[in-house]
């Protein structure tokens, strides 16, 4: 499977961005999907994550709340719609797959596939 990432950008504090992670790849649908980040000099931490079925929804104590993960099989893209953001939530975002949500949930280590990375810059 391979994974492109977009939607990131330049938004000030308190506004909203969503970002898209299209896949190609017959092996989408039955994989779970994931959101990490990677802010300056820090390392990547996990973010959200989706089952396969996207009824089973993960997410770090810093965004839960304010960020919502999706997918939509149909058109092998995963989503995270961010909201209330905050310049703590500056980072570059990075969709990733696994086998399992769990998997993803346990770190970076554990990611089957990476998309390339967007920026998201939020501004004070």
């Known amino acids: 499977v391979q994974l492109q990432a977009s939607g990131g950008g330049l938004v000030q504090a308190g506004g909203s961005l969503r970002l898209s992670c299209a896949a190609s790849g017959r092996t989408f649908s039955s994989s779970a999907m994931g959101w990490f980040r990677q802010a300056p000099g820090k390392e990547r931490e996990f973010v959200a994550a989706i089952s396969w079925s996207g009824i089973l929804r993960f997410y770090a104590d810093s965004v839960k709340g304010r960020f919502t993960i999706s997918r939509d099989n149909a058109k092998n893209t995963a989503y995270l719609q961010m909201n209330s953001l905050k310049p703590e939530d500056t980072a570059v975002y990075y969709c990733?797959?696994?086998?399992?949500?769990?998997?993803?949930?346990?770190?970076?280590?554990?990611?089957?596939?990476w998309g390339q990375g967007t920026l998201v810059t939020v501004s004070s």
């Open positions: 990733a797959g696994a086998g399992s949500e769990w998997r993803l949930r346990v770190g970076p280590g554990e990611v089957d596939y």
